[in-house]
């Protein structure tokens, strides 16, 4: 197999898709989900803002510096962060779009549409109930937390083998800021992404983000005369 080569590059520049919502919370920036406190980790595995070493349950925080170091580009790359669970994206019968997590030996090998996942997936505040399209980009997210074990209905749905929050990064009222970069490399691959971060008063502010990401598969079908997997 070919290694691949690849270059990236980073500049200034505004967003592409758009989300809006208050900004109040960011008066207080490192109590962030997440966010490093002193020696302290924040995570809101019980659904209100605590110190890891509080939480009286299983918990794996990872941050967004931590994301970026070990390439962590998409929600099926997570499990290679968290003790005690496999995350696979492309199984049989199944498509990369659809990942499939297991922790602790619980996940839902059921592919239908209509099927609940053992490990449940919770973007900010709201449920992912199906794993069809779930395999997004984790981009500008602030920290992903994991909870190894059974969850109830605190977040909205329960879960019986776990849960994965994933803590996207809020509208900031303090100042202006944004950056873009862009990936090449072999098999057609192309990953940019940009976001920008506007201010509109002391309670409200902007953020402007999207993230695309394309290639066209590594593995050859002799039948189909083309690159699958893509």
């Not at 449940?120 to 992912?128: K, T």
Request: glycine share 10%; hydrophobic share 40%; proline share 5%.
């Amino acid at each position: 197999m070919k290694s691949r080569h690849i270059c990236s590059a980073l500049m200034v520049t505004t967003g592409l898709v758009a989300w809006c919502a208050p900004a109040y919370a960011q008066d207080r920036p490192a109590d962030e989900p997440g966010a490093t406190q002193g020696n302290e980790i924040i995570v809101v595995a019980t659904r209100r803002e605590e110190a890891l070493q509080d939480v009286p349950i299983a918990v794996t925080a990872v941050d967004q510096d931590a994301l970026r170091l070990n390439q962590v580009n998409s929600v099926a790359d997570v499990g290679s962060m968290t003790p005690n669970m496999i995350s696979v994206a492309g199984t049989a019968g199944g498509a990369k779009s659809a990942p499939q997590f297991s922790i602790r030996g619980q996940s839902q090998s059921e592919r239908g549409g209509l099927s609940d996942p053992s490990v449940s997936v919770y973007f900010g505040d709201v449920v992912m109930a199906r794993t069809q399209g779930l395999n997004q980009t984790l981009f500008d997210v602030n920290s992903v937390q994991v909870i190894r074990g059974p969850v109830g209905t605190l977040f909205g749905k329960n879960a019986t083998g776990g849960a994965i929050i994933i803590r996207p990064n809020l509208p900031n009222t303090d100042r202006v800021e944004g950056s873009a970069g862009a990936t090449v490399a072999e098999f057609g691959t192309f990953n940019a992404d940009a976001y920008i971060n506007l201010p509109l008063s002391d309670f409200a502010a902007v953020r402007l983000g999207g993230s695309t990401s394309n290639d066209d598969g590594y593995i050859y079908d002799e039948t189909l005369k083309r690159n699958v997997n893509n």
